[in-house]
Each structure stands twice: as structure tokens, then as C-alpha cells.
């Protein structure tokens, strides 16, 4: 059993930058990890995720060049780097986990409570 906790959300204006945080309990040994986000009146969406060994990662195309996703094994925490933020940006961030390799979408069957971005204009 896995349990998320995020950190680290809050409010910034356009063009600046948050460090998000997802703190696990439970072993993420090859475990993907990843970062999804839900605006309101929206469906949640795939943000970015990594892979447990290899440092492989992807991201969505919104968000490629401005988001990096980390993680630091040894303190089973996952990091979402968001940089030059932009309005479109608001959203509550969740951090997920699944077994394996694979990092699509769809499979994910851990989650965090959330933390709201918001970012004005």
C-alpha cells in the first residue's frame, strides 16, 4: 500500500515558478510516479511522470520545457519543478503511483489528496 502526500502549491503570478512535492509512505520500489492536474469544471488531465530506475520521463506537450519532473529514491519524493508558470496552469496538482515501468496515462492506482495552484494574471 502506497500513500501520497503533496506540498508545495500555492499562489503565483504569471512567469514565476513552484516546486511541487509528493512525499510517499510505502515502498515505491519500481514504482512509476507521476503528476496529474484538474481545473475546475475540467476533466484531470496527464501531466508528467518518471519512471522508478533509468531516469526516464514524459511529459505533456503543454507543459514541455517548463515543468520538470524529479524524484529522489532514497526519500521516496517525487518533485514537479513548474516554471514560467501561466493562468492556464491553475489547477488542483495531484501525484500518482503505479507498479511497473509503463508511465501512460491511464493505470494509475495511487493518489494524493491534491494541492491547488493557482496562477494569476
Known amino acids: 500500500q502506497v500513500q501520497l502526500v503533496e506540498s508545495g502549491g500555492g499562489l503565483v503570478q504569471a512567469g514565476g515558478s513552484l516546486r511541487l512535492s509528493c512525499a510517499a509512505s510505502?515502498?515505491?520500489?519500481?514504482?512509476?510516479m507521476g503528476w496529474f492536474r484538474q481545473a475546475a469544471g475540467k476533466e484531470r488531465e496527464f501531466v508528467a511522470a518518471r519512471s522508478w530506475i533509468g531516469g526516464n520521463s514524459i511529459y505533456t506537450d503543454s507543459v514541455k520545457g517548463r515543468f520538470t519532473i524529479s524524484r529522489d529514491n532514497a526519500k521516496n519524493t517525487v518533485y514537479l519543478q513548474m516554471n514560467s508558470l501561466k493562468p492556464e496552469d491553475t489547477a488542483v496538482y495531484y501525484c500518482?503511483?503505479?507498479?511497473?515501468?509503463?508511465?501512460?496515462?491511464?493505470?494509475?492506482?495511487?493518489w494524493g489528496q491534491g494541492t491547488q495552484v493557482t496562477v494569476s494574471s
Open positions: 510505502g515502498s515505491t520500489f519500481n514504482y512509476a
Open positions: 500518482a503511483a503505479k507498479f511497473g515501468a509503463t508511465m501512460t496515462p491511464g493505470g494509475w492506482n495511487y
